[in-house]
DNA sequence: GCTCTCCCACTTGTATGATAACCGGTCAAC
DNA sequence: GTTGACCGGTTATCATACAAGTGGGAGAGC
């Protein structure tokens, strides 16, 4: 074992001085609608130059943490970080991993109701043919993750509303790296699940096509349980009774 | 009717540029990977000081749009947007209004699911407080919007999923003013129907207290569907059929 | 004493020029 | 062929200056 390791490049100090604002805004040291000290006084206090602190600033405002006027200073927003919600990179905690997950569960199984009453023929069209995909890699044992993340973004548009597509395609993107690292970890324990899976998405696609709202909720539900299982993430502790 | 309005300040420069810049990288048209312009080439091409494009490109790396290396430039994430979920300040349109409360409907379901397993006895405690409280305001024929607030931030930190309180308290903090204007507006029309929502309110906390998962999401989500058809925003269409 | 105006100190916004740290490539020296 | 010094380009940081906006206080005018 070697004990070379890449080194530890040394932070921005505008990402610092970021941080350990955001930090105290966050821990109310600041209350919403403070003036917060002026950009020579931080700079003083942080002992970095003016430019640096007027960069972490730029970062705060862009976050809506806080709010600054010319001539008058910079104040604490009145609901801090309101249009903003944030996900840490690469959860590798398996805590959060679950967390994380078991929201997506909920949305998207909301979202596979809404798609259910609301999913037209080109939709359904491109729903089987995902199904169709995957089942040709099933025959030869394998997984087809492309078609399965199009199946479950088909299900995301067609449950039209915006909101619950941006938000499925923003777990998603953040939970991709941690399942495909578990996907890897746990595969060779359950090299017979491709059967299950496809048994599962076909059984939500039958409740979509059927418009069976409740019934497609709770299969979606079923599948991604049986997924966050498979994943080694526990189940869905609060799934229909 | 006077003709006074208030004036349009002249917006930051930085604000304008990391708007540009970001337009760009979104409309794809620098790929991800690929490298910007050198600061002082942008600088030159937007004819503003160099400090003007370092603050907007501050902004970006906030948002994990772009990375930079020193020495090397700067250059669009691999997955641009990855780590973050906006909503547009203030949803004005009653569409949109629709769809976030809607998403708001299914997660905050799901927590009151997850509330009925896992709550403690202070936090049940905590919402028979709140129920008490509200209980005195409806005789008096008001409504008490803080108890109500906090009833229902109980019920999601009772979820112990840090990421649905979190991600209900942001919901909840994008639609106040919205539904604050939408409540003003329509509370003439229904006089009566702070009695309704106390026994909401009621139904979902039994079903938590006798630990119905089931029953406490039902609850949750016909509460809160009713009250958005209360502020005029239409059912939530995909509700158990 | 009251009011109004002007001025000043302070703050943020922007520009400029300089230096340090860092990177990839070139090219001579060995 | 490998090494190592060097170079041009880039970001990171600094110091300084000036423009523009704000609020308050000094002082004139009444």
Redesign the pocket.
Known sequence: MSSITSVT???????EVARQLTAAIRAGEYAPGAR??????L?ERF??????V??A?SRL?SDELVD???????FVSAEPGRGLFRLEPDPAIVKDLHDIFQLRVAVEGAAAGLAAVRANRSELAAMRACLREMKISVAGRQDDIEADNRFHATIARASRNPYFDRFLTFLGANLHGAIAKARFNTAARHPTSVLAVQAEHEAVFAAIERRDASAAEAAMRSHLSAAMERLGLGPFAGARS
């Not at 917060?36 to 006084?41: F, G, T």
């Open positions: 490049r040394a932070p921005r100090l505008s990402d917060l000290p002026s950009e020579k006084e700079a002992e970095v130059s003016r430019v640096v007027r960069e600033m405002k600054t006027r010319q001539g008058l200073g910079a």
